[in-house]
């Protein structure tokens, strides 16, 4: 079966410790996408990529870093540069504009 | 700049419609679509509509685009249970590349 997946589903860090996040998409999907989802505040995306070895950033990028070496991944590393990680975290994927697909969503909790 | 509102929260009885509503700024956006997301999931599309297109339906769907007023509506007959979410309004600008903006979220509860 065609998907996005992510993992964990569920990952605990302690302050000042910088952690990665993984997104992986057999879709064959040229863009990929991380959102960040806070409660009321809906989606904000983080840093997209249109292609491989490119990849911009979006609204909110300072502390996170991506890398796009491959097409079917666009792992999002949270670093100790973000001053309030503790979020639900959403990857997607396209083909290019219009519907994109999302993984099942990684939940970050900064202990 | 860009933008998507829409309200947080709207409460209706099974059986009953559900019209969730939302406004956008950019009137360059070439589709304008409806998420779903379940509690502790990802977002999956419903639907979505061309902005040359008035009207689409599907099946319970029902969305209406008012250009002018750039205002977008989702309309769920008979609403069940099982319709409960958060559904996001969202547009693909056509000078924002791949970008889509997303709506904060509409939580819909659906009593019994």
């Known amino acids: 079966d065609g998907g996005i997946t992510q993992s964990p589903k569920y990952l605990f860090r302690k302050e000042g410790q910088n952690v990665t996040l993984s997104c992986e998409q057999n879709?064959?999907?040229?863009?990929m996408y991380w959102y960040r989802q806070d409660p009321g505040q809906g989606l904000r995306l983080i840093y997209y990529s249109q292609i491989v070895n490119d990849f911009q950033k979006g609204d909110i990028a300072e502390g996170y870093s991506v890398s796009r070496e491959k097409k079917e991944s666009f792992p999002l590393t949270v670093t100790s540069a973000q001053k309030n990680p503790t979020a639900f975290y959403l990857c997607a994927s396209s083909i290019g504009i219009g519907e994109q697909f999302f993984g099942p969503g990684t939940r970050l909790t900064v202990l | 700049g860009e933008d998507v509102e829409q309200s947080l929260f709207l409460s209706v009885r099974e059986g009953d419609s559900s019209v969730i509503n939302c406004t956008y700024t950019d009137s360059s956006s070439t589709y304008l679509y409806w998420y779903k997301q379940e509690p502790g999931a990802g977002l999956q599309l419903l639907t979505y509509?061309?902005?040359?297109?008035d009207m689409k339906q599907d099946q319970r769907l029902t969305v209406l685009l008012n250009k002018k007023d750039k205002h977008l509506s989702l309309r769920i007959a008979d609403t069940q249970t099982g319709d409960s979410a958060i559904y996001f309004c969202?547009?693909?600008?056509?000078?924002?590349?791949?970008?889509?903006?997303f709506g904060a979220g509409t939580r819909l509860f659906v009593k019994a």
């Open positions: 509509i061309f902005s040359n297109m």
């Open positions: 969202a547009e693909s600008p056509r000078t924002g590349g791949f970008k889509t903006i």
């Open positions: 879709l064959n999907h040229d863009a």
